[in-house]
């Protein structure tokens, strides 16, 4: 097994005993008090030119909101935040800042970066506790503009356009607004109350929520024709398969599909919630990204003796490290070089055939490509399997619009203006980009409503 | 929330209702589906639009389950939390010449609305309608209007031809050049008889019904082997080429939460009965 050696600073001080953590589905993570808030705070060098806002996709005024925390004016430091951010106690858990506004940060060079997700964090809970303040909102333009998909980049897009005054429709398919933040990212991450408060505080700027609409389907292609502009932020919802042999055994699950009947349907719960899951005694989990994580940290709390496999090595899990970290701490077992080949079972799963893998030459990535080892093949135990390596751009509504050029990998072609091929039609997010990240798509779907903005006006 | 405009019993065990839901009944076409989500801390369970009028649609039920069971103590007045659809691909009902329609049990519920749109598209339509017994038929008079002709089994011989629906489709099919055949009942019903129309080459539709959870195309738990490949019933289907399908991988997919679904309908029972007896407590 490779060594590992974390990152300079990847777990907070705050995370809850992970005897405790793994027996529930509350946060992880506790946050920081004011205290530790305004003494994080005072360490900022109030830059001039501040590299951590080139950092934030969607150009936070960083400094300025944490002088404020440092000042103790945490209102006034969600006031800063909301001006270009209506989702911060989201983004302050899930965004990963090491790679943006914290992978910047000044500080980074020599000690430890500020902790501004933290900080961010930190404000918009406060705010939440003592009552959001809704920011400013223009007079109505009298235009109408179609949002489809409530997640982080609908809901930014309809947030930026109905505080510029437009009348803003947002079709979701789901029961519930918030997309993955809502069915993916499981509660102990980011807990679904707040999910819900911060998407509350967007459609009270007047934004007109339509759940269970499926565009293309309850709302025809046609009907979004009536709009003046069109965003479509419809995700990257589509589950890979591997292929293997077996995979259709009850018991075999997609990431999405275990994630949704816990997150979204509340399956730990059951019978008390109606929808039911696979609890697992013995669960392996092939992926190494955050859905994979996540996955294996959701089976763990069912209940079950859980097993990663990732076909690379441990460097290489393209997960976040803490999140790495933590699912390691929480007795997930981590497989490093192997690959499941075949699903075992008949009318249910009963193991996964795998085989070891070794690194060979890099791949495009700069990664050393893994090959199987021939005869290196071996059993594990397992009465569900978990699928997380990867999701496509949702095809239904792109594929009902054959105006809307499309990518390689069925992702919605735009320019540097978020246009499609297709006239008033924008699009941003995971549709665009592939499965992505929250903060890239919220990034995308501001930048995208500057760009409806600007073609309405002209 | 979506309100109940009707509700009542048609057989044994099988319920129709009638729900508002304008962005449903003004787009729904023959062979697709809604979900429902009854209340905050309901499963999505799927049922097909067997009928649209203005701003409402209906569903048949059977219950057999938690939720069915739930959804038939509703009436007219109460809500449904969540009503999300029409989903699915609809029918391909084009002109084909002669079709026959064959449904088994609550499978029939999905026929009226195909019988018409067929007709409309110029097609000669017979209905064939199977149950176990006289008191299981549903739908006799809606699919007689619809269908130019209409015929009826009974396993046990309480009503029309006594013997399966699989029979008469031969029947028909030894009288006459049949040029389409829709098979829409229980997963086993299906598979036997779509071998009917196997040795003739006639094209053949059934709509499987596959655990589903999104109807969206976003988890896979509806995902079905059609000729070999792997398809989500709830945006490929849920109608598919019937000789293609494999079968067995469908039923038994179907078994995956049987034990739950005893437990679930256990607790359900168990506290309305409570509740009945004025315990609210339990
Ligand atoms: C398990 C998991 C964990 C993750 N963890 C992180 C993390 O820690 N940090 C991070 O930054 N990123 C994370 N990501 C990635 C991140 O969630 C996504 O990049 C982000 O949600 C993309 O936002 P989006 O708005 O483009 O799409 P989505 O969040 O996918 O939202 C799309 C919405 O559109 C709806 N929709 C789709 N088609 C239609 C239609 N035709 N009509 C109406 N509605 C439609 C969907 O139901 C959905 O609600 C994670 C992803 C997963 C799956
Ligand atoms: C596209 C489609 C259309 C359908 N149309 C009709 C219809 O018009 N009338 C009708 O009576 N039934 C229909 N069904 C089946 C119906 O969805 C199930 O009977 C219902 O979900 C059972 O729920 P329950 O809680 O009462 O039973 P449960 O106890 O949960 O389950 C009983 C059985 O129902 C099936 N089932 C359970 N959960 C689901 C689910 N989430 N999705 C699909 N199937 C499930 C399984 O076979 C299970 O063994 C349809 C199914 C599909 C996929
Ligand atoms: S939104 Fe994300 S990237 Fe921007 S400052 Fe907050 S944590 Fe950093
Ligand atoms: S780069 Fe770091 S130190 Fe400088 S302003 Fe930003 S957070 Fe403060
Ligand atoms: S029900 Fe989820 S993909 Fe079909």
Redesign the interface.
């Known amino acids: 097994m490779q060594t590992y050696v974390p990152a300079k600073r990847v777990i907070t001080m705050h995370d809850r005993p992970i005897d405790q953590r793994i027996h529930d589905f509350y946060e992880v993570d506790d946050g920081l008090t004011p205290e530790e808030a305004i003494a994080e705070a005072k360490r900022c060098l109030q830059c001039k030119k501040p590299l951590c806002v080139k950092g934030c996709p969607v150009s936070i005024d960083i400094p300025a909101f944490i002088r404020e925390v440092a000042a103790g004016d945490f209102k006034k430091a969600a006031e800063i935040i909301k001006e270009q951010n209506m989702l911060p106690a989201i983004c302050g858990r899930v965004c990963p800042q090491e790679v943006q506004c914290e992978g910047e940060c000044l500080l980074g060079l020599k000690e430890k970066p500020i902790s501004i997700g933290e900080l961010e964090r930190f404000v918009a809970d406060t705010e939440r506790t003592n009552g959001m303040v809704l920011p400013k909102k223009n007079a109505s333009t009298g235009r109408r503009v179609a949002v489809v998909g409530a997640g982080p980049a609908g809901l930014t897009a309809s947030a930026e356009l109905a505080r510029m005054g437009y009348h803003v429709t947002l079709f979701e ?3 519930a607004a918030g997309g993955v933040l809502m069915y993916g990212i499981p509660a102990f991450r980011l807990p679904k109350d707040i999910v819900k408060a911060e998407i509350d505080a967007v459609l009270s700027l007047g934004v007109e929520l ?5 565009v293309g ?4 292609v046609k009907e979004l024709l009536s709009y003046d502009a069109v965003f479509l932020g419809t995700g990257a ?3 890979y ?1 591997m292929g293997l042999p077996g995979e ?4 075999v ?2 990431a ?2 275990f994630l ?2 816990v997150n979204l ?2 399956a730990d719960q ?7 899951v ?1 609890k697992g005694s013995r669960v392996v989990v092939a992926g190494g990204g955050n859905v994979a994580m996540d996955a294996a940290r959701v089976a763990r709390r069912l209940g079950g003796k859980v097993t990663l496999v990732y076909r690379r090595r441990e460097e290489d899990l393209p997960a976040r490290k803490a999140e790495s970290l933590r699912a390691k701490e929480e007795g997930i077992e981590f497989v490093m070089c192997v690959n499941p080949v075949k699903i075992l079972g008949d ?1 249910a799963i009963t193991g996964v055939e795998c085989v070891r893998m070794e690194m060979c030459e890099l791949d495009q990535s700069g990664r050393p490509e893994p090959a199987p080892i021939e005869g290196s093949h071996f059993t594990i135990d397992a009465d569900v399997f978990i699928a997380a390596i990867g999701q496509g751009p ?3 509504l792109i594929s009902e619009i054959p105006e809307l050029i499309r990518g390689k990998r069925g992702n919605v072609v735009v320019d540097s203006e978020y246009r499609t091929s297709l006239p008033k039609f924008f699009a941003g997010g995971d549709v665009a980009t592939g499965a992505a990240t929250v903060i890239l798509a919220m990034g995308a779907a501001k930048s995208a409503a500057q760009a409806i903005d600007k073609m309405l006006r002209e | 929330m979506y309100s109940i405009q009707k509700a009542g019993q048609l057989a044994d065990k099988v319920y129709q209702m009638w729900v508002k839901a304008p ?2 009944a003004h ?1 729904a076409q023959a062979g ?1 589906f809604v979900i429902f ?1 009854i209340d905050e ?4 369970i799927p049922l097909t639009i067997s009928a649209v009028d203005g701003d409402s649609f209906r569903v048949i039920f059977m219950t057999i389950g ?2 069915t069971t739930h959804l038939a103590a509703l009436k007219a007045g109460d809500h449904i ?7 699915g691909k609809p029918s391909e009902t084009h002109k084909f010449g002669t079709c026959v329609l064959v449904g088994g049990g609550v499978g029939t519920a999905s026929l009226p609305i195909i019988a018409r749109a067929l007709k409309n598209a110029g097609n000669r339509v017979i209905g064939i309608v199977g149950a176990r017994n006289a008191g299981l038929l549903i739908l006799e008079d809606e699919m007689s209007k619809a269908c130019d002709e209409l015929l009826i089994s009974t396993d046990d011989g309480t009503k029309g031809f006594h013997g399966f629906a699989a029979d008469l489709l031969k029947q028909v099919m030894a009288r006459e050049q049949v040029n389409a055949v829709w098979i829409i009942g229980p997963a086993m019903m299906m598979k036997v008889t779509c071998e009917v129309t196997r040795p003739a080459g006639i094209k053949t539709f059934v709509s499987l019904n596959p655990v589903m ?9 509806c ?1 079905v ?1 059609v000729d070999g490949e ?1 398809k989500f019933a709830c ?1 490929d289907g849920p109608e598919f080429d019937a000789h293609k399908v494999d079968f067995n ?1 469908l039923m ?2 179907l ?3 049987q034990p ?2 005893k ?2 309908l256990e ?1 359900y029972n168990a506290n309305l009965c409570a509740c009945k007896a004025g315990d609210h407590h339990a």
């Open positions: 398919s789901l029961h339509k759940l269970n609409h499926l389907r309850s709302v025809t919802g589509l589950p398969f259709n055994l009850p018991g699950y997609s999405n599909e949704t009947r349907m509340h059951f019978p008390s919630f109606d929808t039911p696979k009318g949702n095809p239904l | 962005h449903v787009h697709q989500r801390k309901g499963e999505r938690k939720t939390q969540d009503v999300a659809g029409p989903l959870v999104d109807g969206t195309g976003m988890c896979g738990s995902r082997i792997t945006v991988l038994g997919r078994r995956t939460y739950e679904e437990e679930s607790s």
